[in-house]
């Protein structure tokens, strides 16, 4: 978000292809020669887990309830006044090197 002369302009940044945990865990398994799956955490999980963190209530059962939206498809890109801004850097690219593996 860019804030400029007392308006907010709202980008989306995405990379430049939408992709799945399963697909960035495959990319993953590729590039590191082993099987890496996904392991999905409960909702249930969420509010203890960031309260844990000294996050207050409230604020870790918006994060669950962002997090649940998102699961169910409740919350995605709505385009409005914001704009869409996609990256060229592929999640290969970004894991090779996240991981220093060429």
Known sequence: MMMWSNQFLLWGLRGPVEVKPSE????????LGRPVN???APLSAVVPTFTSFGVSQNVAELFRELYEGVANGKVAWQGGS????RGST???QTLRALT???
């Open 38 to 40: 996904v392991a999905e």
């Open 90 to 92: 592929t999640v290969d």
């Open 82 to 85: 914001a704009e869409l801004q």
């Open 100 to 102: 220093g593996k060429p």
């Open 24 to 31: 960035v865990a495959a990319a993953l398994s590729k590039i």
